[in-house]
């Protein structure tokens, strides 16, 4: 399965492209890393590809057909900044359950502890929080995963535990992963191949 981008355009401004005519192919047993700077677009390419933009020019597609948006949607976009993506009046557990309830081994192997599931997101660090992001992006519908900056916030332990939580995850079960970064060591280390942004970006 292909998670492919075509022909991709957005501009927030008229007249003032932030992507132009931009294509990538996300194979589902692959990492493929995109990296560029900061403020390059490439968090708007991964919103248009997770469905959070809509008026572009191009298709977005799962094995060339149209991705069916009136169910699950199978491309899920894990934030930099999880505290931003999650309501302040829910509890931890109600924050998880709005996407699936995984079961307890799962959730061990992403460092979440149970205690954790009473408690509100200001009452948890960003390493916890982000946990909760990845894990709540895990549904057993998803396909693809598109990690934006994920472990940017992060200290170095736990940027390895979650790391390798997701990749043997994704790898377990055929999810392909798009990570992107402006982390060139990272890029190297996780994925099978690299794109720079900037070649893809035709502005």
């Known amino acids: 399965m292909y998670l492919n981008a075509n022909n991709i355009s957005f501009a927030y401004k008229k007249n003032k492209p932030i992507l132009q005519n931009i294509s990538i192919s996300v194979p589902n047993n692959k ?7 900061s ?6 390419l991964c919103k248009v590809m997770a469905g959070y933009l809509q008026n572009y020019s191009g298709t977005v597609t799962l094995d060339d057909k149209v991705i069916d948006t ?5 491309v899920q976009l894990i934030f930099q900044h999880p505290e931003k993506t999650m309501n302040p009046k829910w509890k931890m557990h109600k924050v998880l359950s ?3 309830n995984p079961p307890p081994e799962i959730m061990d192997t992403f460092g979440l502890k149970e205690n954790w599931l009473g408690r509100w997101p200001n009452e948890l660090s960003g390493g916890e929080l982000q946990r909760f992001s990845i894990l709540r992006a895990l549904n057993p519908k998803t396909k693809f995963i598109i990690a934006d900056e ?7 332990v736990t940027q390895v ?3 390798d939580a997701l ?3 994704c790898k377990q079960n055929k999810m392909g992963i798009l990570a992107v970064s402006h982390d060139k060591d990272l890029l190297e280390v996780i994925a099978d191949d690299i794109i720079i942004f900037n070649d ?3 502005l």
Request: hydrophobic share 35%; net charge negative.
């Open 70 to 74: 009136k169910d699950y949607y199978p």
């Open 167 to 169: 990749l043997d995850y």
């Open 39 to 44: 403020g390059s677009g490439k968090s708007t």
């Open 200 to 202: 893809i970006n035709k």
């Open 98 to 100: 709005e996407s699936w």
């Open 150 to 156: 994920i472990s940017t916030m992060l200290d170095a």
């Open 31 to 37: 990492v493929i890393g995109l990296m560029g700077d």
């Open 161 to 163: 535990q979650i790391w």
